[in-house]
């Protein structure tokens, strides 16, 4: 998906649009396993959109746990190479190996963000990085002011 050609909202809510993102992340890369949007609520990180083969447990993470809460609490995109190596890490699926969270903003605060499992051990970089920051800002653009 190039930057300048995300998927448009006409005819959508912003809910429907966010699920059709993750559904399309994950058919056009394969690396992306599972995608997931969470939203901030407080001081807690809500699960909203999701695309993967399996379901996850963790649908509500605070934000003093996990990667999740860490890229949240540091506000910025974080990447794992071996999630068996974090101790952050809060495990969903047996057969991940690597994540990439990145916070969603909007009006100058996090309002949400974006998280990837991959089956590969460093499956994410720079690109990726790029590539889902874009994304993360344009998700922050269409949000109508509440989940
Ligand atoms: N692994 C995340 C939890 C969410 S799942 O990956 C879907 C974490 O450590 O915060």
């Keep these: ?3 300048e050609a995300f998927p448009q909202i006409e005819g959508m809510t912003f809910r429907e649009y966010c699920q059709s993102l993750c559904d399309h992340m994950r058919r056009l890369d394969p690396r992306y396993d599972w995608i997931g949007i969470y939203w901030l609520e407080g001081d807690t990180l809500a699960l909203g959109p999701w695309s993967g083969s399996q379901e996850t447990e963790h649908t509500k993470i605070p ?4 990667i999740c ?3 949240v609490r540091e506000a910025k995109t974080i990447i794992v190479d071996d999630v068996r190596k974090d101790s952050r890490y ?3 699926f047996f057969d991940t190996r690597s994540e990439i969270v990145v916070p ?6 996090i309002i949400g963000e974006i998280d990837i499992d991959g089956k590969e051990t460093g499956a994410f970089g720079r690109r990726d990085q790029t590539f889902l920051e874009a994304l993360a800002h344009h998700i922050g653009e269409q949000w109508p002011g509440q989940w």
């Design 1 to 3: 998906m190039q930057h």
């Design 69 to 71: 809460g860490a890229a």
């Design 63 to 66: 934000v003093c746990e996990g």
């Design 90 to 92: 809060l495990s969903c």
């Design 104 to 109: 969603i903003h909007a009006n100058g605060q």
